[in-house]
């Protein structure tokens, strides 16, 4: 019943901006509901296996970030419960960054960087960026 779906992809280039969201398609899944998810954000490149970018708690106020590429320093999650959103941030965009990004929630309010957990994920929006 969980549906998700990101939006805010494009082709920008190096050093710019992009601001991706991820909306409950259905069912609300996170917002003031009786249900609770934390959401978390994944990425994976042609050739690669998907990787955990960030994640947020229920509230918003506990989140973890991938180490590789720089990303605690340059991207923000966030979300929005009265909207039913989480919002991912990306500043200062490199071409390592190009990938399809995906949301996934997991049950209970607590953000974990385990792909495993999660059971819910979007289609995906695509990321790139040139040099």
């Known amino acids: 019943q969980v549906q998700l779906v990101e939006s805010g992809g494009g082709l920008v280039q190096a050093g710019d901006s992009l601001r991706l969201s991820c909306a409950a398609s259905?069912?609300?899944?996170?917002?003031?509901?009786?249900?609770?998810?934390?959401i978390g954000w994944f990425r994976q490149s042609p050739g690669k296996e998907r990787e955990f970018v960030a994640a947020?708690?229920?509230?918003?106020?506990?989140?973890?970030?991938a180490d590789a590429d720089s990303v605690k320093e340059r991207f923000t999650i966030s979300r929005d419960n009265a909207k039913n959103t989480v919002d991912l941030q990306m500043n200062s965009l490199k071409p390592e960054d190009t990938a399809v990004y995906y949301c996934?929630?997991?049950?209970?309010?607590?953000?974990?960087?385990?792909?495993?957990?999660?059971?819910?994920w979007g289609q995906g929006t695509q990321v790139t960026v040139s040099s």
């Open positions: 947020v708690s229920w509230f918003g106020e506990r989140s973890e970030y």
């Open positions: 996934a929630a997991k049950p209970g309010e607590r953000p974990v960087i385990d792909i495993r957990e999660y059971e819910f």
């Open positions: 259905g069912s609300t899944v996170f917002g003031r509901t009786v249900r609770r998810y934390a």
